[in-house]
Every structure is written in structure tokens, then in C-alpha cells.
């Protein structure tokens, strides 16, 4: 129930303030952090994608590589493909229930991975954003542990995202934050098609 009482909830509040003071003061540590979004809901690669944005607002070097998507031009791809500090790689053939050729989508992998392995070795960029690539380890088309060594011997202060439905306990095990996005209901389950602007 609602504080309606303006000298309780300011009293309230103050307590609240105290407490996230106090936790504000602890945080002292300056480094890159590996975000994991997962889950079955809809949203993963558009919170990726906002993360972007913030950070490319603030003048960071942003990369991102894609793993699966890249029959169709998405939206934040059309939108972000020409911004100065923002370098993207569709690296995917499309999903792998379409393409249904597993030796192909395993160089492909191999290919996407090449050059995130090549970036983690870089200092320059701010933020990678690894699309996608939590299905490469689902489906056997990359190995995790050299991906693991990567990550833990990235430069100390860049950033790192990696989406997908599931993720691999080994990546779980050295990530900072993990979100998973729920399902509740999806419009595709009550017959609605996919449009631009939405799914795409």
C-alpha cells in the first residue's frame, strides 16, 4: 500500500537513500564487465543493441558480431551501420533450421568467432556485442573453453555481451550479470506475422 503521508514517505525515502548511498561507496573496482542475456522471451538482442547505443552515445568503439542473423537486413543493423564509432559483422547465413547445412554454418561460426577472438585482443574497442553466439556452443560449432580463455584475458576494460536462449555453465561461471528474459506470451503464437520495426 502507498505512503500517502508526505513526512513518512520522505523519512521512507531517505532510508532508501542511505542504503543505496552505501552500496554506491562499495563499488570502487574499474573494469569491463561480460553481460549475458538470456531466456526464452523476446527482447536479448534489442537490450544488446540499447546497451550499443548507450555506450556509443558517450563516444565508445563499439563492434559488433553477429552469429546467426544475416538473410534479412535488420532494423538496428540499417540504423547503425553507418555511425562513426560502430563496426558491424553479419557473419550468419540465416537461422539454422533454414539453412539446414551444418557444414556451412560451422565455418561460419568459425569465421564469426576469428574475429571476435582478434578483437578481444584489442584494446580499442569499448564493447563487443557477440550476437547470437551462445548457439555456436548448443550446437557443437565452437568449442567454449578457448572462448572462455578469451574473455578472462580480454584488455581489463572492455565490455562484452553475449546473447541466446540458453548459455553454457562456463560462461555463466565468469560472467558479471546475467538478465534472463521470460516469455510470457509472443504475438507469433496468436498468429501474427513478423513485421519490420518489431522482429526485425
Given at each position: 500500500?502507498?505512503?500517502?503521508?508526505?513526512?513518512?514517505?520522505?523519512?521512507?525515502?531517505?532510508?532508501?537513500?542511505?542504503?543505496?548511498?552505501?552500496?554506491?561507496a562499495?563499488?570502487?573496482?574499474?573494469?569491463?564487465?561480460?553481460?549475458?542475456?538470456?531466456?526464452?522471451?523476446?527482447?536479448?538482442?534489442?537490450?544488446?543493441?540499447?546497451?550499443?547505443?548507450?555506450?556509443?552515445?558517450?563516444?565508445?568503439?563499439?563492434?559488433?558480431?553477429?552469429f546467426?542473423?544475416?538473410?534479412?537486413?535488420?532494423?538496428?543493423?540499417?540504423?547503425?551501420?553507418?555511425?562513426?564509432n560502430?563496426?558491424?559483422?553479419?557473419?550468419?547465413?540465416?537461422?539454422?533450421?533454414?539453412?539446414?547445412?551444418?557444414?556451412?554454418?560451422?565455418?561460419?561460426?568459425?569465421?564469426?568467432?576469428g574475429?571476435?577472438?582478434?578483437?578481444?585482443?584489442?584494446?580499442?574497442p569499448?564493447?563487443?556485442?557477440l550476437?547470437?553466439?551462445?548457439?555456436?556452443?548448443?550446437?557443437?560449432?565452437?568449442?567454449?573453453?578457448?572462448?572462455?580463455?578469451?574473455?578472462?584475458?580480454?584488455?581489463?576494460?572492455?565490455?562484452?555481451?553475449?546473447?541466446?536462449?540458453?548459455?553454457?555453465?562456463?560462461?555463466?561461471?565468469?560472467?558479471?550479470?546475467?538478465?534472463?528474459?521470460?516469455?510470457e506470451?509472443?504475438?507469433?503464437?496468436?498468429?501474427?506475422?513478423?513485421?519490420?520495426?518489431?522482429?526485425?
Amino acid at each position: 500500500m502507498p505512503i500517502t503521508d508526505p513526512d513518512k514517505h520522505r523519512k521512507r525515502m531517505a532510508r532508501k537513500k542511505a542504503v543505496v548511498d552505501a552500496r554506491i561507496a562499495q563499488a570502487r573496482e574499474e573494469r569491463g564487465v561480460l553481460i549475458l542475456l538470456l531466456g526464452p522471451g523476446k527482447g536479448k538482442s534489442s537490450s544488446a543493441f540499447g546497451t550499443m547505443a548507450r555506450s556509443a552515445g558517450h563516444g565508445q568503439r563499439c563492434v559488433v558480431v553477429q552469429f546467426i542473423k544475416g538473410r534479412r537486413e535488420t532494423g538496428e543493423y540499417r540504423f547503425f551501420k553507418d555511425h562513426r564509432n560502430i563496426e558491424w559483422h553479419v557473419m550468419g547465413h540465416g537461422f539454422t533450421w533454414e539453412t539446414q547445412d551444418r557444414d556451412q554454418d560451422i565455418a561460419a561460426a568459425q569465421k564469426a568467432w576469428g574475429i571476435a577472438r582478434k578483437l578481444m585482443r584489442d584494446p580499442g574497442p569499448d564493447l563487443l556485442v557477440l550476437d547470437e553466439m551462445s548457439y555456436m556452443f548448443k550446437y557443437g560449432y565452437l568449442e567454449v573453453e578457448p572462448v572462455v580463455e578469451a574473455l578472462v584475458g580480454r584488455p581489463r576494460n572492455q565490455n562484452v555481451i553475449i546473447t541466446g536462449r540458453t548459455m553454457t555453465e562456463r560462461l555463466r561461471a565468469i560472467a558479471d550479470t546475467i538478465s534472463v528474459v521470460k516469455d510470457e506470451g509472443h504475438a507469433f503464437r496468436l498468429g501474427v506475422k513478423a513485421q519490420a520495426g518489431i522482429e526485425f
